[in-house]
């Protein structure tokens, strides 16, 4: 199993950045493949960015392309979010996932394909 713990959310004005962390626990975190997704209040659960498990695969929703970056340090345990050009409609609490696999050019873009999940984060954009 591996736990997953978000953290650098935050209140920010529109335009500015946030770089969202995941720590992970667990002795094989180089075989998962990792995913973001975020929730706004009434909507559900959206796709952000995934990796795959050597970090060299990404995938981004359309919404996000040149402004978010997913990125995986296995050294770390960590997978990051870094999110540029902040809009209000990025306001949501965002979500680490992650799943084990042994395809290592996987990359999982959706909710139902990810087995364990963070507590969130919540990312407030100001206008």
């Known amino acids: 199993q591996v736990q997953l713990v978000e953290s650098g959310g935050g209140l920010v004005q529109a335009g500015g950045s946030l770089r969202l962390s995941c720590a992970a626990s667990?002795?094989?975190?180089?075989?998962?493949?990792m995913g973001w997704f975020r929730q706004a209040p009434g909507k559900e659960r959206e796709f952000v960015a995934a990796?795959?498990?050597?970090?060299?695969?990404?995938s981004y929703a359309d919404s996000m392309k040149g402004r978010f970056t997913i990125s995986k340090m296995n050294a770390k345990n960590t997978v990051y979010l870094q999110m540029n050009s902040l809009k209000p409609e990025d306001t949501a609490v965002y979500y680490c996932?992650?799943?084990?696999?042994?395809?290592?050019?996987?990359?999982?873009?959706?909710?139902?394909?990810?087995?364990?999940w963070g507590q969130g984060t919540q990312v407030t954009v100001s206008s």
């Open positions: 990796i795959n498990w050597s970090g060299g695969r990404t």
């Open positions: 667990g002795r094989t975190f180089s075989m998962y493949a």
């Open positions: 996932a992650a799943v084990s696999t042994i395809h290592t050019t996987m990359v999982v873009t959706t909710v139902n394909g990810y087995d364990y």
